[in-house]
């Protein structure tokens, strides 16, 4: 294995166990930060419907991605 071929294997190692680590932290705290923007912007022009729609979609998203990723390597 040269040089090159272990520092990209470090490198994925290294960033894979940094997002399994990533999602167990802040998984189990999503309602409560959910919960926190939407009182923080309940009352400006984005509305607590869409800001709740926009966190659950943008962490959905986060986590099937990071899923795919990790089943296609």
Do not use: W
């Not at 090159?4 to 994925?12: C, Q, T, Y």
């Not at 680590?21 to 984005?46: C, E, N, R, Y």
């Not at 607590?48 to 979609?57: C, S, Y």
């Amino acid at each position: 294995m040269s040089n090159k071929e272990l520092a990209f294997l470090l490198g994925r190692i290294s960033l894979g166990i940094n997002c399994v680590a990533h999602g167990l932290i802040h998984l189990p705290k999503i309602s409560a930060f959910s919960a926190g923007l939407v009182k923080k912007f309940q009352d400006t022009l984005i509305g607590v419907m869409l800001l709740f729609l926009l966190i659950n979609g943008f962490t959905e998203t986060k986590y099937s991605v990071d899923y795919l990723m990790k089943k296609r390597g």
